[in-house]
Structures are given as structure tokens and as C-alpha cells.
């Protein structure tokens, strides 16, 4: 398993964790009506590396089920998401720093969700794992990878 493949890993078990750790999950699926009980696959398309994650009863899981939607990224927009920021060149050859979300990464092309029933209600699910999980998650892992690099 080369470097790459390892960090992915531990990205994403590192979200799930992080997810299930101080949030309280069924709220948040009450408020954007996410209790379907879908499945929903983040793939990194560089590393072929799929996790499907299972909100359900308050918790994430991570299961084998089929899922119903993929969100489908590389690592680069992974890390690039989970620092909250990305750097852009400019007409001028100069780099600017923009802020950088799920949902930017989706306007950009960079994060494509991959489903065979676009009617079936899965955007509730996203938006909550876009919006809430996501979102509250990154810090935890920026914490841990800040404690890392000072050791």
C-alpha cells in the first residue's frame, strides 16, 4: 500500500470517527429529513479507494451495502476540502487562496455524485453529509494532522 493510499484511509476512517465522535447525528438528520436510511459511497477516483458510509439511528457506519449515491473526488480535493481552502492561478501566473467547500468542489467539476435514481431523495442525505458531517469533521482531523507535524 503505497503512502498515498495509506493517508486516504486514514482520511476517511478518520471522518467517520470524527462524525460519530460529540455530534449528535439524529438531530441533524431530523432537521434535513435524512432518515431514509441510504447509503452514500465516497470514492477517491486517484487511489480507487471507496468507503460506503450508512446514517442511521443517530450514528454513521460504514458498510458493504450498494449505495445509492457516490460522491466521486481525488485525494487532492479531499485535502484541499478538509483545509477549507484552495490555491487558484490567476491570468497573471500568481496563486490566490480561495475558500473551499463539498459544494464548491461539486461547481468546479472536482466532486461528481454518481447515482442511477437521481429522484429517489438522496440530496437530503448529501446536503446533511456535505453540510453538517463533513464540515464538523474537518476541524478534528486539522487538529490531529496540526499535532502530527509539531511532533
Excluded: C
Excluded at 503512502?3 to 447525528?25: F, P, S
Excluded at 450498494?66 to 490567476?90: E, F, H, M
Amino acid at each position: 500500500m503505497t503512502l498515498r493510499e495509506k493517508l486516504a484511509n486514514w482520511l476517511l476512517n478518520g471522518i467517520h470517527q470524527a462524525a460519530n465522535t460529540g455530534l449528535d447525528i439524529h438531530q441533524m438528520q431530523t432537521q434535513y429529513n435524512a432518515t431514509k436510511e441510504r447509503v452514500l459511497g465516497i470514492e477517491l477516483t486517484d487511489i480507487k479507494l471507496r468507503k460506503n458510509f450508512k446514517i442511521a439511528n443517530g450514528r454513521i457506519r460504514l458498510v458493504r451495502d450498494p449505495p445509492a449515491a457516490v460522491l466521486q473526488l481525488s485525494l487532492d480535493t479531499l485535502l484541499n476540502i478538509i483545509d477549507g481552502k484552495i490555491r487558484v492561478k490567476q491570468q497573471d501566473g500568481a496563486f490566490e487562496v480561495e475558500s473551499y467547500t463539498p459544494f464548491d468542489a461539486w461547481r468546479r467539476g472536482e466532486l461528481v455524485i454518481v447515482t442511477e435514481n437521481p429522484d429517489e431523495g438522496w440530496l437530503s442525505d448529501l446536503t446533511l453529509f456535505s453540510n453538517e458531517i463533513w464540515q464538523r469533521a474537518f476541524p478534528v482531523l486539522k487538529r490531529f494532522r496540526r499535532k502530527r507535524r509539531d511532533n
